[in-house]
């Protein structure tokens, strides 16, 4: 099924969900209760990467069962390159120094980005820097990361929902879901369509 909207993207996900919202709370409980598990009543910092992240990490850090300290990045790189230079257009609220650290993002792919942000946190002396991902694409990684806890490997195909997003929308949705996305030449009013896969998961 199709649609065509002028303004805001709009597409028919009803049948495309891959993971659920049950089933994206009960891995990341399992995730928080293995990093409960592993940090024993050590006070936590975890830091999430905006915008993305911001469902993932709110979710996680409240299933944590320790003392936690959230925290916010966000990086953008200059030219758009996978190669590309890194800068942080948002810092941390707080010094990490002597801190255990576990950094969240919401998806990793070339791991290019979290590489960056991992080297930046370790000039700063955390006691642990370690990193959760909601979705992996290990097919595409082309940076080592200290990706201790993973809730789900994906292949390429693209996803919205649950902080993945189609030009900026979609992040609010609570599960996520797969799509393929066909854009028409644009006229004026900015119409387009968004065509879900045929099969469903």
């Known amino acids: 099924m199709s649609s065509a909207f002028s303004g805001t993207p709009h597409l028919d996900l009803e049948h495309e969900v891959v993971f659920s919202r049950r089933r994206l709370q009960s891995r990341i409980q399992a995730m928080a209760d293995d990093i409960t598990g592993h940090y024993d009543g050590r006070e936590l910092t975890v830091i999430g990467l905006l915008n993305g992240a911001v469902p993932f990490v709110c979710d996680l850090a ?113 599960y996520i879901a797969r799509c393929q996305v066909e854009c028409e030449e644009e006229d004026r009013h900015g119409r387009f369509r968004m065509i879900p896969l045929a099969d469903s998961a």
């Open 62 to 174: 409240r299933a944590i069962d320790l003392t936690v300290r959230l925290d916010f990045l966000a990086i953008s790189r200059f030219d758009g390159s996978p190669g590309g230079e890194a800068r942080f257009l948002k810092d941390l609220d707080d010094d990490i120094e002597g801190r255990h650290v576990l950094l969240a993002d919401n998806i990793v792919d070339t791991g290019l980005n979290l590489h960056f942000v991992c080297t930046q946190l370790l000039e700063r002396q955390p006691a642990s820097l370690q990193v959760a991902v909601l979705l992996a694409r290990p097919e595409l990684r082309l940076a080592r990361l200290p990706v201790r806890y993973t809730g789900f490997e994906v292949s390429e195909e693209f996803l919205v929902g649950y902080g993945l997003d189609y030009r900026g929308f979609y992040r609010n949705l609570p």
